[in-house]
């Protein structure tokens, strides 16, 4: 699942998706926004958070040397580097 979308009684969407290369995820809405009913909140967050951890797992990176809390080679916080497919790191 890269994305996980919601669509409101009118039509109107609520996307969200891994922002590739940070630790966060982008909303978009239609113009007019996305209602979330109460009853469905809990289905949008579930549906969210299931996206980020299939999307957003973090391992450790080969170019972490000694001590240092800094990718040597994408200069990314430890916590919360994300190894990228087909570089090593």
């Known amino acids: 699942m890269s994305s996980f979308e919601f669509t409101d009684e009118d039509g109107d969407k609520l996307t969200a998706r891994?922002?590739?290369?940070h630790p966060a995820i982008l909303l978009k809405?239609?113009?007019n926004g996305a209602v979330i009913p109460?009853?469905?909140l809990e289905e949008v967050i579930a549906g969210m958070r299931d996206m980020a951890r299939q999307t957003g797992a973090r391992r450790a990176c080969?170019?972490?040397v000694g001590d240092t809390d800094l990718c040597q080679r994408c200069g990314d916080a430890r916590r919360w580097h994300r190894a990228t497919?087909?570089?090593g790191a």
């Open 38 to 40: 109460p009853d469905r």
């Open 85 to 87: 497919e087909g570089t």
């Open 29 to 31: 809405t239609s113009p």
């Open 18 to 21: 891994p922002m590739l290369g």
């Open 62 to 64: 080969p170019a972490f």
